[in-house]
C-alpha cells in the first residue's frame, strides 16, 4: 500500500513554468513505477506521463512530450512534474499513481491514485 499527495498546483501563465510535486508514504517508494495524469473539465482522465521504479524509463503523452519533464527522488520518497511553457489546454486537475508494474501506469491503469492538484493556465 502506497499514499499519494500531490502539491505544487496553481495558477501560472501560458509560456510560464510550475513544478509540481508528488510525496509518497508507505511501502517502498522504490519499488513502484510513476506517473502524472490530469482531467480537464467535462473530459476524461488521461494520461501524461510515467517513470520506471529507478527513474531509467520515462514516457509522455504526444500532448506534452519535449514540454513536460518527470522525474523522482526515490532518496526522498518525491516524484515531480516539471511544466514548461504550459497553454491553457493544460488546464486540468493532476493526479499522480503508482503501480508495482511500470506497464500497468504506462497503460493508464495504476493501482494508486492521490486526491490531485489544480493546475490552472491562464493570463
Known amino acids: 500500500q502506497v499514499q499519494l499527495v500531490e502539491s505544487g498546483g496553481g495558477l501560472v501563465q501560458p509560456g510560464g513554468s510550475l513544478r509540481l510535486s508528488c510525496a509518497a508514504s508507505g511501502r517502498s517508494f522504490s519499488s513502484y513505477a510513476m506517473g502524472w495524469f490530469r482531467q480537464a473539465p467535462g473530459k476524461a482522465r488521461e494520461f501524461v506521463a510515467a517513470?520506471?521504479?529507478?527513474?531509467?524509463?520515462?514516457y509522455y503523452a504526444d500532448s506534452v512530450k519535449g514540454r513536460f519533464t518527470i522525474s523522482r527522488d526515490n532518496a526522498k520518497n518525491t516524484m515531480y512534474l516539471q511544466m514548461n511553457s504550459p497553454n491553457p489546454e493544460d488546464t486540468a486537475v493532476y493526479y499522480c499513481a503508482a503501480s508495482i508494474s511500470y506497464a500497468a501506469v504506462r497503460a493508464s491503469q495504476p493501482h494508486y491514485w492521490g486526491q490531485g492538484t489544480q493546475v490552472t493556465v491562464s493570463s
Open positions: 517513470i520506471s521504479q529507478n527513474g531509467g524509463s520515462t
